[in-house]
């Protein structure tokens, strides 16, 4: 439900528990942003509350997606982060906002203004997807710089910026996965987009993932406009999620998916022009 401009709750029914992470991303052909203000069980519904804002940081009503998980589901490598100590050096975060698929415990280091690792025992290995959400009732967009192995665990960078694109301390939830959905249920798909330039591309069989066996392949429509086609995927329904990759402050978000035109992603610089980018792309049903 709206609640003020450019404010929304979206009540999840019988998720009404304390823990786990949100997701959040704008939907459609412009350059707003959502982030996940907070969320909290409220009985035995969960509600989840976005703040979406114009480049200018103006709040703007637009349309979003939300995804949600609390350690469910089974199968395939996976972590989760509510990093809310933006400006501690190292920390461990929350137990209850944390999960770790080996049973390991997750940890966040800041290594200067906006920038950050997460570091994911034990599940280490060059493949995956991450999807990251700027947290807070604040005028910020975070995203993956990268993400890699050092010893058995996964290593992931971090980024925050302003709207405007400056480098900026701030909250923010990260998901990372290997060989299952961000949400540890199927049908699901996902791939980290490398090639912005090339006309279509199947992406790396390590960064790619389809629940159905099938291939994924992406092409590109335009500037900062491509399509992810995930084969197999029930694209007339579900969620999708998408993160800008890179150290830059670009940023990108979903337009549309249908069956027809598969799962249409827009990336913009900050100034709200769209720009070729690295980026992942994640859906879920």
């Known amino acids: 439900m709206r609640?003020?401009?450019?404010?929304?709750?979206?009540?999840?029914?019988?998720?009404?528990?304390?823990?786990?992470?949100?997701?959040?991303?704008?939907?459609?052909?412009?350059a707003n942003s959502c982030g996940v203000y907070?969320?909290?069980?409220?009985?035995?519904?969960?509600?989840?509350?976005?703040?979406?804002?114009?480049?200018?940081?103006?709040?703007?009503?637009?349309?979003?997606?939300?995804?949600?998980?609390?350690?469910?589901?089974?199968?395939?490598?996976f972590a989760y982060v509510w990093a809310n100590q933006p400006t501690t050096a190292a920390y461990t975060p929350s137990t209850s906002y944390q999960f770790n698929s080996a049973g390991a415990t997750n940890t966040i280091t800041r290594s200067g203004v906006g920038r950050y690792t997460v570091r994911i025992p034990?599940?280490?290995?060059?493949?995956?997807?991450?999807?990251?959400?700027?947290?807070?009732?604040?005028?910020?967009?975070?995203?993956?710089?990268?993400?890699?192995?050092?010893?058995?665990?996964?290593?992931?960078?971090?980024?925050?910026?302003?709207?405007?694109?400056?480098?900026?301390?701030?909250?923010?939830?990260?998901t990372y996965v290997r060989g299952t959905g961000i949400q540890r249920t199927t049908p699901?798909?996902?791939?980290?987009?490398?090639?912005?330039?090339?006309?279509?591309?199947?992406?790396?069989?390590?960064?790619?993932?389809?629940?159905?066996?099938?291939a994924n392949r992406i092409s590109r429509v335009g500037v900062g406009t491509y399509r992810f086609w995930p084969s197999g995927m029930p694209l007339s329904n579900g969620n999708v999620q998408v993160t800008a990759y890179g150290a830059d402050s670009r940023h990108c978000k979903v337009d549309h998916w249908t069956p027809s035109t598969g799962v249409q992603v827009r990336c913009y610089s900050a100034a709200g022009a769209l720009s070729d980018t690295y980026y992942d792309v994640a859906f879920q049903r």
């Open 3 to 30: 609640t003020g401009t450019g404010q929304y709750t979206v009540r999840m029914p019988n998720l009404g528990r304390v823990g786990g992470v949100v997701h959040v991303n704008a939907y459609g052909a412009n």
């Open 38 to 77: 907070y969320w909290a069980p409220v009985g035995d519904r969960l509600d989840a509350h976005v703040r979406c804002f114009t480049p200018g940081g103006l709040r703007v009503n637009t349309a979003f997606t939300a995804s949600f998980v609390n350690t469910v589901g089974l199968g395939g490598r």
């Open 122 to 174: 034990s599940i280490g290995s060059a493949a995956g997807q991450v999807q990251v959400t700027a947290y807070g009732d604040v005028r910020a967009r975070c995203k993956v710089v990268n993400w890699y192995v050092s010893g058995t665990a996964q290593m992931v960078n971090v980024r925050c910026f302003t709207l405007g694109g400056a480098l900026q301390d701030n909250r923010y939830t990260l």
């Open 188 to 214: 699901a798909a996902y791939a980290w987009a490398n090639q912005p330039t090339t006309a279509a591309y199947n992406p790396a069989a390590a960064y790619s993932y389809n629940s159905t066996g099938a």
